[in-house]
């Protein structure tokens, strides 16, 4: 079989530069590289081939330049007359071809191939406006064919990581999450890790697990997993290094089984010891929490004999005397105290005090009859449950109720008695001293800045601290008649007390403590504290947790699953969590995400310099959990710092979908004004904020102005979640002569007193409250009882839980207590007591018999 042979003739009667002078045949006239017209002159193709179209044995691939070599794309087919390339839409000069003919042995068809070389030049050339590509042409007697195109990119590798890995202090089992996304490349560089310089391998350690986005995910932190970590960027040009990620897993002490008791000494005291080894702390884990050794006082059969004979006789002697003269100093101490119990008995409250909590009102039934909702006559047969004294409102407090450190009941001029607020001493200092010696308290705060504390007795109180969202609702009742006791309320630094977390779990509130721990309740107190989850309990597993004695931290309720025969049970409002609980010590709030929907509520605070005399001028963008506990943190240290709040706080709804938070600064004045950041943003890893550990993280934009004369400032700062939510600042004004009425104090204005003791704590008036329970708390027929209170004021959620209490109606008005202690809306609970009225008339006259 002949080679076809091609002739290239100008029509035009130009003789071409690829003009062949072998024998031919004319055939038809084609268009060829130069876009001319040329005549295509072939030898005969076999008969049974002579109808086919070319096909590709080869097509040419994509590929990258490395630094200045040049590539060679490659184009084979049959069967196959002419074979050209033509690259971006022109044909490649016949000169820069380089042509292979043949024949297959099998077919007899001709076959042709065909290599161009492209440089780095010709791709530059066109760089930035469009990809380099490159398309192989073939033809045969029949027509023509067209390969893939084969794109051709120079290939790079940026030095700089888009983001690096961070080193964190993780408990053991926990999950670590590292992040890293590698520099800019082409090709799109691939992801290695590496721990202490040896290569991570996930299939032989399946612990390790390397997301889609390259993101190293350790699933239970072991000891060995403590060590250096790098994030290895690689492709075809070069291999870049994260900088290095310091893991350290760290192990908290846990506490061995109690040694059996020592004999019993001559002291007649017995010993026990304990040893922080289940396990042994380490790499800097805290030690156990509470006593390592126990004492205990013998009994007198174990106790050994001391002393024999006269010793004996002279000990006993002793002995009797002493007990004589307790008793002697007890008779005296009981006359005392039934005497002045005769004078609180004598002073019996009048029927004036009735009013003083709802008669002021104004509301007018449309039945005279119901009068007595207003003014309740008292029950003066009935001395075992109600308080003898002076009632006063809560708005009389200042001018009447004393503050001393003296007696909690001390008479007063005109013969009546009051009680005396829960006050600080002299030295507050002197409290927290005697807490803090016991074993359990030595992690409290020493600031009494966040530390309230106040005696209570059996008419209960309130523990506040202020601009914080924290209270304790001590129940009238909550405390056995005849004790007294000094308690607490302190909220603990987030640094200070290192919470077990996995996974996907965060701080939600502050830990709180209230306390001391141990003391008797007759009835549940309230602990009211803020929590920054979007409320959504479909996308959360939140639970309480509790400290014990020991240190640990315990499950104590999960919300939507209480149990009403439990101690603890909790209501989540928007912002706030109400706590019920029959046992002081520390809580937290702990949230475990359900699902990527769920998410937390961050405050966003922008703060700048109140006088700037600099060309800098720094913006400060604190994004922290919205609760306030932080917000007056942050207030406090801004306050320091001598910085001003330059716009209203915006929130920021944070999910749980392992994307950072980024902030940027756009529309600045250019011919004024110049951010110093050489990035286009900053970013906050997820994980420093998911986990809720870092209290006031907060990122600073460095501005430079031309001149000092400079100092209008207009800019808009944008903070959102990559892939998510987001929220923008406009600023408008002037830094050194700003006007704006905006002002950070009134973001504080709660000025309530820390401690309120007896009535001046609460709202409704000690009577009247007893009267509401005893009217209420014995079910009806039609449900006009405590249930169609729960139900008016919203609260019919909780039906199981007051149900299981003694007095249900008690507790309702503890939760109401605890949500209107600030707004002081008697006028609403009078309207709902109303309400119960006219839908059971005479609620308030009805004798038990007839309910």
């Avoid at 075992?384 to 001018?399: F, I, K, M």
Wanted: glycine share 6%.
């Amino acid at each position: 079989m002949d080679l076809l042979v091609f002739v290239r003739i100008y029509l035009h009667g130009n003789a071409g530069p690829w003009l062949n002078t072998s024998s031919f045949n004319f055939t038809a006239a084609t268009e060829q590289p130069g876009g001319e017209h040329a005549a295509t002159v072939t030898h005969p193709l076999p008969a049974a081939f002579s109808d086919l179209l070319p096909h590709f044995l080869v097509e040419p691939d994509d590929v990258y330049i490395v630094k200045n070599k040049p590539v060679t794309l490659t184009c084979r087919s049959t069967p196959a007359t002419q074979i050209y390339f033509k690259c971006n839409g022109e044909w490649v000069h016949q000169d820069q071809h380089l042509i292979e003919r043949d024949v297959d042995p099998a077919t007899g068809l001709p076959v042709m191939q065909v290599k161009i070389d492209i440089s780095r030049q010709q791709v530059e050339k066109i760089f930035g406006l469009e990809d380099y590509w490159c398309q192989c042409v073939a033809w045969s007697t029949t027509g023509t064919q067209k390969s893939q195109k084969a794109y051709v990119r120079i290939a790079y590798l940026r030095k700089n990581f888009e983001e690096e890995p961070l080193g964190k202090e993780v408990a053991l089992d926990q999950e670590v999450l590292l992040r890293c996304h590698p520099p800019e490349g082409v090709p799109p560089a691939e992801v290695e890790w590496q721990r202490n310089e040896e290569l991570i391998d996930p299939k032989t350690d399946p612990n390790f697990f390397i997301t889609v986005d390259h993101n190293l995910i350790i699933k239970q932190a072991r000891l060995a997993d403590t060590g250096n970590y790098t994030c290895v960027a690689k492709n075809i040009v070069a291999r870049r290094k994260s900088s290095s990620a310091t893991v350290i897993v760290y192990v908290d002490g846990g506490w061995s089984e109690w040694s059996k008791w020592s004999p019993c000494g001559a002291d007649c005291t017995m010993w026990r010891s304990r040893e922080c080894t289940q396990p042994t702390p380490s790499t800097g884990g805290k030690e156990c929490q509470g006593l390592d050794l126990q004492s205990l006082n013998c009994t007198s059969e174990q106790c050994p004999q001391t002393a024999s004979g006269a010793e004996d006789v002279a000990l006993y002697v002793g002995i009797v005397a002493v007990a004589l003269c307790l008793t002697l100093l007890l008779i005296v101490l009981v006359l005392v105290y039934r005497r002045k119990k005769e004078g609180l008995d004598a002073d019996v409250a009048d029927s004036s005090i009735l009013t003083t909590g709802f008669q002021p009102m104004g509301i007018k039934p449309t039945k005279p009859e119901n009068s007595h909702l207003l003014t309740i006559q008292p029950d003066l047969t009935t001395t075992t449950t109600s308080y003898q004294g002076t009632l006063r409102s809560r708005h009389e407090v200042a001018g009447k109720f004393s503050v001393s450190n003296g007696p909690l009941l001390e008479p007063l001029p005109n013969g009546s008695h009051t009680l005396h607020n829960g006050k600080l001493p002299s030295d507050p200092n002197d409290f927290m001293n005697r807490l803090s010696s016991q074993t359990y308290f030595k992690t409290l705060p020493r600031d009494n800045v966040n530390t309230s504390y106040g005696t209570f007795n059996f008419l209960g109180g309130r523990l506040t601290l202020p601009n914080t969202g924290i209270s304790l609702l001590i129940p009238p009742e909550a405390i056995p008649r005849g004790k007294i006791y000094e308690i607490y309320l302190t909220i603990q630094k987030k640094e200070d007390m290192r919470l077990p977390l996995a996974g996907c779990q965060t701080l939600l509130s502050p830990v709180v403590s209230c306390g001391p721990p141990g003391v008797m309740l007759t009835r549940p107190v309230i602990l009211s504290m803020d929590h920054c989850s979007d409320a959504c309990l479909e996308n959360w597993a939140i639970r309480l947790k509790k400290q014990s004695y020991e240190g640990t931290w315990e499950d104590v309720l999960q919300l939507g699953e209480e149990v009403v025969s439990e101690p603890y049970y909790c209501q989540l409002e928007a912002e706030t969590c109400r706590v019920f609980t029959e046992q002081l010590g520390r809580f937290a709030l702990v949230g475990e995400s359900l699902s990527m929907a769920a998410a937390k509520r961050l405050k966003l605070l922008l703060f700048a310099p109140a006088y700037c005399s600099t060309l800098e001028y720094n913006i400060r963008i604190y994004c922290m959990d919205d609760t306030q506990d932080l917000l007056k943190e942050v207030m406090q240290m801004e306050r320091q710092l001598g910085g001003r709040l330059i716009d209203e706080p915006h929130v920021l709804l944070f999910k749980d979908s392992y994307h950072n938070l980024r902030l940027s600064i756009h529309d600045m004045p250019q011919a004024h004004w110049r951010s110093k950041l050489l990035a286009g943003y900053q970013e906050i890893p997820f994980y420093h904020i998911w986990s809720g550990s870092q209290r006031t993280l907060h990122c600073t934009f460095t501005l430079e102005r031309q001149s000092l004369s400079t100092c209008d400032l207009t800019c808009t700062l944008c903070v959102w979640q990559v892939e998510g939510e987001g929220q923008s600042f406009t600023l408008d004004f002037n830094i050194s002569k700003d006007i704006r009425p905006l002002d950070s104090d009134f973001l504080l204005m709660d000025n309530c007193t820390p401690a309120l003791a007896g009535p001046s704590a609460f709202q409704i008036p000690y009577l009247i409250r007893q009267k509401i329970c005893s009217s209420l708390d014995t079910p009806c027929p039609n449900g006009a009882d405590w249930r169609l209170l729960a139900q008016r004021l919203k609260l019919d959620r909780h039906m199981s839980f007051f149900a299981s209490k003694a007095s249900p109606t008690s507790v309702i008005l503890d939760l109401w207590e605890t949500q209107h202690f600030h707004s002081g809306n008697l006028n609403q609970l009078a309207a709902v007591m109303a309400e119960i009225g006219k839908q059971e008339a005479m609620i308030f006259l009805v004798s038990d018999g007839e309910c």
